[in-house]
């Protein structure tokens, strides 16, 4: 059964950096797309970033564009969300998806 480990949030001030990893158990092949969401209090689950299986294409959501960096290191099934220049607005619970199974969430908090 194939599980998603979402890990290093926490507190950040403004302007200041996170590092998140999701760890994936379970799985025989890397060649997965990962999908990290977001969801602040009071609204939807949105969409932060992609890196798809196979040609490690990313895709990122207009509002981090230039301050996350998604990647992924396939000797570790683990894809990481790198965040920079972080804003109050970026405070949310982040999830990561690979389409089929999610992660139970870690908390990123913005302070200003």
């Known amino acids: 059964q194939v599980q998603l480990v979402e890990s290093g949030g926490g507190l950040v001030q403004a302007g200041g950096s996170l590092r998140l990893s999701c760890t994936a158990s379970?799985?025989?092949?890397?060649?997965?797309?990962t999908i990290w969401y977001r969801q602040a209090p009071g609204k939807e689950r949105e969409f932060v970033a992609q890196?798809?299986?196979?040609?490690?294409?990313?895709d990122y959501a207009d509002s981090v564009k230039g301050r996350f960096t998604i990647s992924r290191d396939n000797t570790k099934m683990t894809a990481y969300l790198q965040m920079n220049s972080l804003k109050p607005d970026d405070t949310a619970i982040y999830y990561c998806s690979d389409y089929d199974h999610w992660g139970q969430g870690t908390q990123v908090t913005v302070s200003s």
């Open positions: 379970g799985r025989t092949s890397p060649s997965y797309t």
């Open positions: 890196i798809s299986g196979r040609r490690n294409t990313k």
